[in-house]
């Protein structure tokens, strides 16, 4: 089995939205579970400040969870083993702030919500989403619009048992099994099961993958369209995460509908975990 050692520094972009404090709540509750560096990034057109001290609030927050007491000092988040960095990008374009953010903090993972543009809207507010997922060189983990995800807000308490894993032939699902495992072992359950999803005919090697013994391994196969097949095993098996491994957009017919995964993500039924397919080739060591 291949993992990687830790998420180092998790970037979580906001606007300050109901979605995008949902976003906040996972990012904050891996830092704390990996001893991670926030990093948070409001954009915001023609502002040049460095900094800032508005929400969302680190320490209420984690007052709330009960990780620390009413009136605990700031340097006291420290002494969880995160880190706490708050920042402000000017621009129009929200997805380049937050690629270059990205290198800047050097981060490993992106955490953000989508907000259920559609129509019209969707036309006069691009999604940010899908033209991250296939600029970014690190996992982009998606909440969409009006869910609310595997950690509870109000608590900090994860509900991560069910990850569905689209696998085929190219490009190869290791990155998202690695990346769904780094996220389990994170956020811990006394039942947590991964099935793998292969659309199309034929069959897919998937005994590289080697699951903790108390991991249940589900396989499975479906004959109708990728995007399709994907929300629909999704919903119907009500999982908790989504991971997908994307190699952006290949060819004229990607180009003018999407990816696959630019294609998902407009219809988002939970939680998905967009893995670039070079991912961890120069981090992930064998254990």
Excluded at 145 to 152: I, K, L, S
Excluded at 159 to 184: C, K, M
Excluded at 257 to 272: A, F, I, Q, Y
């Amino acid at each position: 089995m291949t993992t990687q050692p830790s998420f180092r520094t998790i970037l979580v972009p906001t606007d300050f939205s109901d979605d995008a404090m949902v976003a906040f709540a996972h990012a904050l509750r891996l830092a704390v579970a990996m001893g991670a560096e926030l990093d948070i990034l409001h954009v915001e057109e023609g502002n040049t400040k460095s900094d800032w001290h508005w929400g969302p609030h680190v320490r209420d927050t984690l007052v709330r969870w009960g990780y620390l007491q009413p009136g605990t000092a700031p340097e006291e988040v420290g002494k969880l083993g995160i880190r706490i960095r708050k920042s402000v990008a000017g621009g129009v374009d929200t997805a380049q702030a937050i690629v270059d953010e990205v290198s800047r903090s050097h981060a490993d993972l992106v955490v953000m919500a989508t907000h259920g543009r559609t129509g019209i809207r969707a036309w006069l507010q691009p999604s940010v989403t899908a033209p991250l997922a296939a600029r970014s060189s690190v996992p982009v983990l998606v909440i969409p619009h009006g869910h609310r995800g595997f950690v509870a807000a109000d608590t900090g308490g994860p509900s991560l048992t069910r990850v569905l894993i689209p696998v085929d032939a190219r490009p190869h699902p290791a990155p998202a099994f690695d990346a769904a495992a780094l996220l389990a072992l994170a956020l811990p359950s006394p039942e947590f099961t991964i099935a793998t999803l292969h659309v199309g005919p034929g069959s897919v090697e998937t005994d590289w993958i080697e699951p903790l013994p108390h991991w249940t391994l589900l396989h499975w196969t479906a004959q109708d369209g990728v995007v399709d097949s994907i929300v629909e095993a999704a919903r119907t098996w009500d999982a908790d995460l989504v991971v997908c491994v994307t190699e952006g957009r290949r060819g004229l017919l990607d180009s003018l509908r999407g990816s696959t995964v630019e294609r998902l993500l407009k219809d988002l039924p939970g939680p998905t975990l967009i893995v670039p397919h070079e991912w961890g080739t120069d981090q992930v060591g064998t254990t």
